[in-house]
Each structure stands twice: as C-alpha cells, then as structure tokens.
C-alpha cells in the first residue's frame, strides 16, 4: 500500500520567505510526528500529532515553526522568515498510535535556504 | 531523560564478515529501543525493535540485536555483511509511551568487495 508522502521532495527559498512543507501519512494512522535532520546527524523531534491535536510540539526551535493537522490526516509545517540555519530534511512519520506502534518515515524534504 | 550514544560514527567491514554497530542507552525506566537503516535518498526502515519481551531481537535482512541491562547496551550484529548493507545506522530509544523517538548520532557502515 502506500506509504508516507511528503511534499515537495526539495525546496529552495530565500533567507526570510515563508514554507510550507506537507505530510501525508498512511490510511488510518492516528499518529503524526515531524522530525529535522540536518547533515551527518540523527533526526531531531519536532512535534507530535494525535488525531488533529498537537500533543507534543516541545521539539520547536522557536515561534517561526508552527505545524497543523487539521483533518487528522495531512499535515503541514510552516516555517515563517526562514534562515539559513533552518536548511536540513524535513522528515514525516506516521504510525498506528499506540507505545510499541513502529513509525513508517517518509522520504523528507530537504529545505534550503539561501 | 532517555538518550542514545552510537560509540562509532563510521564502521568499515569487508564482504561476507560480521557486523557490529554499538550502542549504549540512558534510560529511567524500561526502555523500548530500535534500530533503523537510512540508504541514501530513501526513506528511514525499521530494522528491529526491542519491547521488553526477548533480550535477543531478530530483525530483517538477518540483523539481531541483545538487549543487555547490566550494560545498558543495545548492539547491531550481523553474521555476514553484504554490501547492498552499506548505510546509515540509527539506535533509538522512546521518550515515553507516545512514540516519540531519540535518535542517536548515526554509524555510517561501509562495506568493501
């Protein structure tokens, strides 16, 4: 079946413009989790969903990151005056929800600002 | 907190040898821990998770991995490398029972003919 899909696969903008970068996870996943991976790192937490709430969103680096799921099934992360410090793989994942539920990834998006 | 520490950012084996990719755990409580694989351009894959049940956790493409609690280790062995194995290697661990995953830094494994 088919799997995470996130939208656009790259991204280039300019150093203060507004993106938006979208996730839609697997048919019926109840879980919604964002994460950041920049060069040679491991994927750093960002925020998570549980149907159309946000139970999580400690992993924010500041107010210029926000992320929505209004629906419970696509989500969306808005960066607002982005940086150059924000380039790096913008990674989805969804998953059944419950503790031991393994999170199915998708390709990511790989943010450049210049 | 829950926390992860890959001990080798890169691992370098020769076909048809094992593999070990090491990892040590932080953890306040019983742990769930997991290893997934990256290959350039795809998508991370799960390759085995460790739930409290057996200590010894066998995944796919013929990785296991031993939870061993007196170590607070959760090693990757494999018994012969191939080289469609050369990729990025994550160990991670849950924060709490919400999924939330912590990922360590990564062991690159390379594979050489």
């Given amino acids: ?114 | 907190a829950q926390s992860v520490t890959q001990l080798d950012s890169h691992v370098s084996v020769s076909e048809g040898t094992p593999v070990l990719l090491r990892c040590n755990y932080s953890s306040s409580y019983s742990p769930s821990l997991f290893w997934y694989v990256q290959h350039p351009n795809k998508g991370l894959q799960l390759l085995l998770k460790y739930t409290s049940a057996a200590t010894l956790v066998k995944g796919i493409n013929g990785f296991e991995a031993e939870f061993k609690k007196s170590e607070t280790s959760f090693h990757l062995t494999k018994p012969s490398a191939h080289m469609s194995d050369a990729a990025e290697y994550f160990c991670v661990v849950t924060s709490g029972n919400t999924g939330k995953l912590i990922f360590g830094q990564g062991t690159t494994l390379q594979v050489k003919p």
């Fill in chain 1, 1 to 114: 079946g088919a799997g995470v899909s996130q939208t656009p696969s790259n991204k280039v903008t300019e150093k203060g413009k507004y993106v938006e970068l979208r996730c839609d996870p697997i048919s019926g996943h109840t879980a919604l989790y964002w994460y950041r991976q920049s060069l040679g790192q491991g994927p750093e937490f960002l925020i998570y969903f549980q149907g159309t709430g946000a139970a999580d969103d400690s992993g924010l680096p500041n107010d210029r990151f926000f992320a929505v799921r209004p629906e419970g099934s696509v989500s969306t992360l808005k960066i607002q005056r982005t940086e150059r410090g924000d380039s790096a793989v913008y990674l989805c994942a969804s998953s059944e929800g419950t503790a031991y539920s393994p999170l199915h990834f998708g390709n990511g998006t790989r943010l450049t600002v210049t």
